[in-house]
């Protein structure tokens, strides 16, 4: 089936600007989660949804992050008043997740941010 | 911080060499290990994972030794291809202390020569 996917694939904006990220996640999987990939840095956890829950957002940099999950599903990270620090590839990932703790978290091909 | 230390941040190996990536961490909480393979352009797939009650995981060419003592862990890659060329990240998490968010380490990123 479809895997999870993620718009736009490359986005070009201005310092000050704000900007959404849409994630798509594989269908019928409860949790959702974001993370940010910076040259050189690995993959920084953002914030992640588990069904109805309250999202954790213990990951966000600053308050210009946020992020919504839409009835369950599609999900949006806005980053209001860009910064040139927020320049980065952002990956959504989503899971089934399995009783133990060993659900499989399936990745985007990730939306590259270019701030200028 | 960096709660996982990953190691060497890049490697070379001949065709049908053995590399083999490290990884260590700190916080004894860490129940679930998964490496990730990731190509150019594309999102990170899982490769393997482990939990800290086996010493040693093996799916085809990849293998995970896990060091529960020295909090270690390391993935070896046996008869490598130029097709594996790739970045490889290693990953720790605690349900317990951090729900299911995975701590990455920072990469290594492998060149497999013909």
Known sequence: GAGVSQSPSNKVTEKGKDVELRCDPISGHTALYWYRQSLGQGLEFLIYFQGNSAPDKSGLPSDRFSAERTGGSVSTLTIQRTQQEDSAVYLCASSSLLAGGTDTQYFGPGTRLTVL | ?114
């Open chain 2, 1 to 114: 911080q960096q709660q996982v230390k990953q190691s060497p941040q890049s490697l070379i190996v001949q065709k049908g060499g053995i590399p083999i990536i490290n990884c260590a961490y700190e916080n004894t909480a860490f129940d679930y290990f998964p490496w990730y393979q990731q190509f150019p352009g594309k999102g990170p797939a899982l490769l393997i994972a482990i939990r800290p009650d086996v010493s040693e995981k093996k799916e085809g060419r990849f293998t995970i030794s896990f060091n529960k003592s020295a909090k270690q862990f390391s993935l070896h890659i046996m008869d490598s291809q130029p097709g594996d060329s790739a970045t490889y990240f290693c990953a720790a998490r605690s349900i317990r202390n951090s729900g299911y968010a995975l701590n990455f380490g920072k990469g290594t990123s492998l060149l497999v020569t013909p």
